[in-house]
């Protein structure tokens, strides 16, 4: 595993799930990092755990909805660690909701979290790097009804479609000051925020478990892992592309034949 020693990093919604676990995995390779979000507890609970095993964070809340917000976290980053060389955009809101009832403020909270936010976020983090001269690596957590679409999430589907075309657009754009954008779009993943919004029931839960070929969960450390690899050295050639982590649920279900025999083989752990 490439060591991140002597860099600095920042992850937003970085106090759970994906974004606490890629926040913990970035530290255990040597870096440094800046854990944003808006609640201060559990940004502090991560950012303790970081400094508990060796390694140095910064908590600072922050709704990524808000330039000026964001403008003042990623100033706090460069004040502390004296430099940036990536970002992790991860923060996000969902629900599921038939397209017919969602309302225009559910429609502005996901699309202004989801878009704006890794915009705003983007924006702030590639404007330090250019006026530094520091090259750097921009990784987005998206999903992959970006480009299949998925009943119910429209809300989150458009705001994670246009994700991915600013992610390519700026891939492009910024090659020239050697800054990477790239995007992980893992399948359903076990954290609280995922489990009560989108499988409360256990009905969804064993439906959404259906859907999934390797018929798991993908942890929330794996995911971490994958960004930390397109942050390091070893995807200095890859940008603007989408690393898919799914357990091949965007392929599809079966439609088909008689259903496939499992075997009675139970899920690997992780």
Same mark, same amino acid.
């Given at each position: 595993?490439?060591?991140?020693?002597?860099?600095?990093?920042?992850?937003?919604?970085?106090?759970?799930? $994906?974004?606490?676990?890629?926040?913990?995995?970035?530290?255990?390779?040597?870096?440094?990092?800046?854990?944003?979000?808006?609640?201060?507890?559990?940004?502090?609970?991560?950012?303790?755990?970081?400094?508990?095993?060796?390694?140095?964070?910064?908590?600072?809340?922050?709704?990524?909805?808000?330039?000026?917000?964001?403008?003042?976290?990623?100033?706090?980053?460069?004040?502390?660690?004296?430099? $940036?060389?990536?970002?992790?955009?991860?923060?996000?809101?969902?629900?599921?909701? =038939?397209?017919?009832?969602?309302?225009?403020?559910?429609?502005?909270?996901?699309?202004?979290?989801?878009?704006?936010?890794?915009?705003?976020?983007?924006?702030?983090?590639?404007?330090?790097?250019?006026?530094?001269?520091?090259?750097?690596?921009?990784?987005?957590?998206?999903?992959?009804?970006?480009?299949?679409?998925? =009943?119910?999430?429209?809300?989150?589907?458009?705001?994670?479609?246009?994700?991915?075309?600013?992610?390519?657009?700026?891939?492009?754009?910024?090659?020239?000051?050697?800054?990477?954008?790239?995007?992980?779009? =893992?399948?359903?993943? *076990?954290?609280?925020?995922?489990?009560?919004?989108?499988?409360?029931?256990?009905?969804?839960?064993?439906?959404?478990?259906?859907?999934?070929?390797?018929?798991?969960?993908?942890?929330?450390?794996?995911?971490?892992?994958?960004?930390?690899?397109?942050?390091?050295?070893?995807?200095?050639?890859?940008?603007?592309?989408?690393?898919?982590?799914?357990?091949?649920?965007?392929?599809?279900?079966? $439609?088909?034949?008689?259903?496939? *025999?499992?075997?009675?083989?139970?899920?690997?752990?992780?």
């Amino acid at each position: 595993m490439e060591s991140l020693a002597d860099r600095a990093y920042l992850v937003t919604g970085g106090g759970t799930g $994906i974004g606490a676990a890629t926040a913990l995995h970035l530290a255990a390779l040597g870096a440094s990092v800046t854990v944003i979000g808006r609640r201060e507890e559990p940004l502090k609970k991560i950012a303790d755990e970081v400094r508990r095993q060796g390694g140095d964070a910064l908590a600072h809340t922050a709704d990524v909805r808000d330039p000026a917000a964001v403008e003042a976290a990623v100033d706090a980053a460069m004040d502390r660690f004296g430099r $940036i060389d990536g970002l992790v955009n991860n923060a996000a809101g969902n629900f599921v909701t =038939p397209a017919e009832k969602l309302s225009p403020n559910g429609w502005r909270a996901v699309v202004d979290i989801v878009l704006n936010g890794t915009w705003n976020c983007t924006s702030a983090v590639a404007r330090r790097m250019i006026e530094t001269n520091r090259p750097g690596s921009i990784v987005s957590v998206i999903a992959t009804y970006a480009w299949t679409g998925h =009943p119910g999430t429209v809300h989150s589907a458009a705001a994670k479609a246009g994700v991915v075309a600013m992610t390519r657009t700026l891939a492009v754009e910024w090659a020239r000051y050697d800054i990477r954008l790239n995007c992980v779009a =893992p399948g359903p993943t *076990e954290t609280e925020g995922a489990g009560s919004a989108l499988w409360a029931e256990q009905e969804d839960r064993d439906r959404v478990l259906a859907s999934v070929p390797l018929r798991r969960f993908a942890g929330a450390a794996e995911v971490g892992d994958l960004i930390g690899l397109l942050l390091s050295d070893r995807a200095a050639y890859i940008t603007g592309t989408t690393l898919t982590a799914d357990g091949g649920q965007s392929l599809g279900a079966q $439609i088909y034949g008689p259903p496939l *025999e499992t075997n009675g083989a139970s899920p690997s752990p992780r």
